[in-house]
Nanobody, 127 residues
Framework: QVQLVESGGGLVQAGGSLRLSCAAS????????MGWFRQAPGKERVVVAA????????YYADSVKGRFAISRDNAKNTMYLQMNSLSPEDTAVYYC????????????????????WGQGTQVTVSS
C-alpha cells in the first residue's frame, strides 16, 4: 500500500509560480514511476507530467512544456512539480499518482496505469 499526500496548491495570479509536493509512504518510493495529473471542472483527468522511478526519464504535456518541471527526491520519498508562468487555464485539482514498477525505468501516461492516488490539491490561477 502507498499513501500519497499532495501539498503546495493555492491561489496565484496569472504569471506566478507554485511548487507542488507529493510525499509518499508505505512502499519503496524509488521502485515506483510517478505522475502528476490535473482535472478541471467538467473535464476529464489528464496527465500533466510523468517521471520514471530513477528520475532519468520524464514527460510533459504540450500545454505545460517549458513552464512546468517535474522532479523527485528518492531519498526524501517526495516528488515535485514546479509550475511557472501560470495561466487561468492551469486552474484545476492536481493529483499525484504512483505506478508499481517492474524494473524498467520508464514513465506512464495513462491514469489506468497508476495504482495509487493522492487526494488532490487545488490550484487556482486568477487573471
Amino acid at each position: 500500500q502507498v499513501q500519497l499526500v499532495e501539498s503546495g496548491g493555492g491561489l496565484v495570479q496569472a504569471g506566478g509560480s507554485l511548487r507542488l509536493s507529493c510525499a509518499a509512504s508505505g512502499r519503496t518510493f524509488s521502485s515506483e514511476a510517478m505522475g502528476w495529473f490535473r482535472q478541471a471542472p467538467g473535464k476529464e483527468r489528464v496527465v500533466v507530467a510523468a517521471i520514471s522511478r530513477t528520475g532519468g526519464r520524464s514527460y510533459y504535456a504540450d500545454s505545460v512544456k517549458g513552464r512546468f518541471a517535474i522532479s523527485r527526491d528518492n531519498a526524501k520519498n517526495t516528488m515535485y512539480l514546479q509550475m511557472n508562468s501560470l495561466s487561468p487555464e492551469d486552474t484545476a485539482v492536481y493529483y499525484c499518482a504512483a505506478a508499481i514498477g517492474f524494473g524498467s525505468d520508464t514513465y506512464y501516461l495513462s491514469s489506468a496505469q497508476y495504482d495509487y492516488w493522492g487526494q488532490g490539491t487545488q490550484v487556482t490561477v486568477s487573471s
